[in-house]
Each structure stands twice: as C-alpha cells, then as structure tokens.
C-alpha cells in the first residue's frame, strides 16, 4: 500500500496533531467546560462566582442543571458524529480530494472556536451551538487525518510514526496552553470573576487561531494519497451521494472482518472513559475540588509535556512487547488513576498535579498505539470509513462517559460519584481487548501483521 514516503510528508502529517491538539487542550480540557457552565450559570439566574446553584436552564424545553449542560452537549456532540464521521469516511476514501477535505473540515472547526468570542453574557445556547459544530467537524477533520497513516509507513513503522505525532500534538497543545497561564497571570483579577470568564473567552478564541494557523503546514506538506475503491465499480453519483452509498455497503460488508469490529467495540469503550476524564477534568477540579483555574492549567501542563515524553516511552515499550500488550497495561493504570482521583482532598492543589503528572505518563501512548493497532485491521482502501467509526470516541470526543457522568450528577449532585462510574468502561474494554486476537484479526483483513504485537 505504501509508495516513497519522505520526512517532510511525515513531518507534515505530525504537525495537524500540533494544530488541532490546541482545541483538545485549551478548550475542552481546561476552559471550556468552567467557562460554559460559568455562562450556564448566569442564564439560569445565578450570581457569577457562586459555588452552588440550585436553578435550572431550560434549553428546548427541558430542565437541566447548569452543571450538566456541558457533559449533555458533549454527549450531543458525539451523537451527531456517530452519523457525520462514518459518511465523512466514505466521501474521503472515494475522493481525490482528501487535502481539500481536511481543510474545509479543519478550517470550520476553527472558525466556530474563534466565534466563542461572541459568546458574552448570558449566551450559553451560542455557546453550545458553536461547541457542537467545532467538535463536530474536529472529529470529520481527524478522520481524513488519520486515514493518511497506513499510507506513511509500513506495519512495523505505524507505531513510531503515531506515537510521534500524539507526542508532536501534546507539546503543541501544551505551549499553546503555556501562553494561556502567562495571560492568567498577568491578567486575572481574583476579586472580579468577570475577569477570570473573559480570560477563559479569550483563551478559546486562540485555539481556534492556532488551529487555523497551523493546519496550513499540512495543507502543503502532505500528498493527497487518493484511496483506491474497494470495487472496480464506476461512481455513479456525486462524491457526496457515492459516500453514502458506499458507507451502506461497507457496513454490510464489515461483517466479513468481525474481529475488526471485535476491536472497533473494545476501544470504542475504554477511549471512550478516557476522553471523558480528559472532558470533565478541569470541570471536576473547579467544582468539586474548589482549585483555581492557574492551578488547573499548571497540571494540564504537566499533562502535557509529560504526555509528550509519555507517548515516545510507550511507543518504545511496544518496540520491545508490542502495541497490544502495551494498551493493556495501560488501560490498569488507568482504572488506579480513576480510584486514585475519587479520594483526591479538596482545595489542594499538589495531590492533583501529582495525579496529572501519572495520567501524563500513560494518556498519550495508550491512545497512540491503539490509532496505529488499528490501522493495521483495516481492509486496504477502507482507512477512512473504518477511521469515521474509530473516530466515534477519539481527540476529545465521547458519548457514553458524559452521558452517565451527567446522569449521576444530576441524581446525587456529586462529581465524585459521578467520575468513579466511569470505571465500569476501563474495566469492561480492558475485557474485552484481552480477547481480541490481534494476530489473526490482522490477517483476516488481509494485512501483513508487525513482528510483535
């Protein structure tokens, strides 16, 4: 499958995950959901500040508590991505165009983060809206994205070139974040929440900027690697209606590869806790932690910059037991940290970080190495359509895990309840991957399997 690939196309490749890992980072991870239910807050009529608030929002008719309108747009978001992605997928395997798509889907998720300027006052509907459709188009975006990997390298180079680009996005995400603090700092007034809210606005905006700005590297870097058909057959419609068509047979045909979709299950829900601890972290520590939002970032930083180093030592880790080995053992490091952050005290900051600095060590190798397993279980021709499903809970995206974190909320009004439910997807997808056999599933797709796995 793989022609002359050089270093500056894989370079190029690396550094989308530099550009939109800003939007992971800065909006989803430390800003947005404080700064969303602040706004949430405000509509339903609370003081700005307040620790509690005992009304509600009433978006569409429905009565909602201001703490769970971010975990339910979450949910949201991902439920309109279950239809968006996989059809998304299929335009980009049809298409000779897949450059041109990741820039319309990048660029409009861009510019919805940079329209968060506008939400201002009570607008926390904008706020949502906006939200939804950059996420929407952040996973579109990642979906085009990574059906490029199996095109850069061979089986026993997908683990290093992923793990590479994960490790190139957190630091990234990470600088970006950096020059958040700075403004924080300088900036924030702690006797005026006003300041704190406009500050985290602001912060929103540069996501998007940086996230614009930085897509232009792979725009021309990159070659456009068209996909061949799975069949011989002649599109007979638009690429848009050929997408759909082609999404309907590949799920019929899907069926032919079931430890692929064994796998697909697997991860959908272990990454799926994943994401939502990375989701409702910052909205965790403010809330039920009471921790300042500088002391919020300085963990993410810690997250960050440790996440980098992280995914390069478990990628080397994989070099030596193979990538499968190496998500299991990550995935029980993850069911410590959830137990671990249950019992975190309130009001201090340095267990926090200490917990931060752990899932540093683990977050960016257990999602890279499983991008890359599952490239090599993909039907050759296939990689967007099976990428679209992947993508379903991947880069900031999750159903499930906000979905009943919000429920629990909303029913014992504690996030410390809510974050220990979450458990139940690190347990049930560790179960699950353990009895995938990954050699086998690789040959079924007609794939030649790396060395170790």
């Not at 905006?205 to 996230?211: E, K, Q, R």
């Amino acid at each position: 499958m793989t022609t002359t690939v050089t270093r500056r196309e894989r370079t190029g490749w690396y550094f989308y995950d530099w550009a939109m890992s800003a939007f992971s980072t800065t909006v989803i991870t430390v800003f947005l959901g404080p700064f969303l239910t602040s706004v949430t807050k405000m509509a339903a009529g609370c003081e700005l500040g307040a620790d509690t608030c005992d009304a509600y929002v009433h978006p569409l008719g429905l009565t909602i508590a201001p703490g769970a309108y971010y975990p339910y747009l979450v949910s949201l978001s991902v439920l309109l991505t279950v239809f968006v992605l996989p059809v998304t997928g299929a335009i980009a395997d049809r298409s000779a165009h897949k450059k041109a798509m990741l820039a319309g889907t990048a660029f409009l998720g861009a510019g919805a983060t940079i329209a968060m300027a506008f939400v201002t006052g009570d607008r926390y509907l904008l706020g949502g809206a906006l939200f939804v459709v950059a996420n929407v188009a952040l996973g579109a975006s990642v979906v085009v994205y990574n059906s490029f990997l199996p095109h850069l390298g061979g089986p026993d180079e997908r683990d290093a070139i992923s793990s590479r680009g994960w490790a190139l996005g957190y630091l990234g995400g990470g600088l970006l974040l950096a020059l958040n603090l700075v403004a924080l700092t300088i900036f924030e007034n702690p006797d005026d929440p006003q300041s704190t809210l406009d500050i985290a606005r602001w912060s929103i905006v540069s996501a998007g900027v940086w996230w614009a700005l930085f897509t232009i590297v792979p725009l021309i870097w990159l070659k456009q690697h068209a996909a061949p058909h799975a069949d011989d057959e002649p599109a007979r419609r638009n690429v848009l209606t050929d997408g759909f068509v082609q999404l309907s047979r590949t799920i019929r045909q899907m069926r032919a590869y079931p430890l692929t979709l064994f796998f697909l299950g697997a991860f959908l829900i272990y990454n799926d806790g994943i994401q939502t601890v990375i989701n409702l972290a910052s909205q965790y520590g403010t809330e039920e932690l009471r921790l300042p939002q500088s002391t919020l970032i300085i963990t993410i930083l810690i997250v960050q910059f440790l996440a980098f180093g992280g995914a390069l030592l478990l990628g080397r880790v994989a070099a030596r037991i193979g990538a499968w080995k190496t998500v299991l053992a990550s995935l029980v490091l993850w069911t410590f940290v959830i137990l671990a952050a249950f019992w975190l005290p309130g009001e201090a900051p340095v267990p926090f970080m200490i917990l931060g600095a752990c899932i540093g060590l683990v977050l960016g190798g257990s999602q890279a190495l499983s991008r890359s397993l599952f490239s090599q279980l993909i039907p050759a021709g296939k990689e967007g359509e099976y990428y679209g499903f992947y993508e379903i809970s991947d880069k900031g995206t999750s159903w499930l895990g906000p979905l009943l974190f919000g429920l629990v909320f909303q029913l014992t009004n504690s996030y410390r309840i809510g974050l220990v439910s979450l458990l139940i997807f690190f347990v049930a997808g560790f179960a699950l991957l353990l009895f995938v056999p990954v050699r086998r599933a690789i040959i079924a797709a007609g794939n030649t399997p790396p060395r170790l796995l």
